[in-house]
């Protein structure tokens, strides 16, 4: 059964999707070359494209739920959504792929975050290279949110 990952509103209605499954693509050529962590302007973004890149290339995520403190959702959404300063730091890791930013269907205050990379190995030499940035931008959300929790640190299964 394939691992799916709903991203909805907070209305429970999900907005979109996003799948992993490890299946054999019936036309290589609809197949996007390799992504390294930000958008080509000539690429199709489309969802289902993004999708496929993640699909493909992620070896590794690292799941975190959040509670920003009331008032602070938008500011917390801009700072930890896929364009924000998080994954602009983690784009500069080499085997970044994506990260992605959801909210829980049945609890509104409650976000999950998903940051994938190709390997563990990737985003520990991220981590080390970049320790201090990261430092850094964890000191300036520290006042988003009320409460962070690491879920944990997951290898995907072939």
């Not at 490890?22 to 390799?34: A, F, H, Q």
């Not at 320790?131 to 997951?154: H, M, V, W």
Request: negative net charge.
């Amino acid at each position: 059964m394939p691992l799916k990952f709903y991203f909805g509103s907070g209305g429970g209605q999900p907005n979109r999707w996003l799948e992993l499954v490890t299946k054999v693509r019936e036309n290589p050529e609809d197949t996007p070359r390799v992504w390294q962590g930000k958008a080509d302007k000539q690429e199709n973004m489309s969802t289902d494209n993004v999708m496929t890149r993640v699909e493909r290339r992620w070896g590794y995520v690292i799941a975190w739920e959040f509670r920003p403190w009331p008032g602070a959702e938008r500011r917390f959404e801009e700072a930890y959504g896929p364009e924000g300063v998080w994954a602009r730091l983690f784009r500069i890791g080499q085997g970044f792929v994506a990260t992605e930013l959801s909210r829980d269907g049945k609890d509104a205050k409650r976000y999950l975050t998903l940051d994938f990379w190709e390997s563990k190995q990737a985003y520990e030499t991220f981590r080390a290279q970049h320790s201090s940035e990261y430092g850094k931008i964890d000191a300036e959300c520290e006042n988003l949110t009320e409460s962070e929790r690491e879920i944990g640190q997951f290898e995907r299964l072939e």
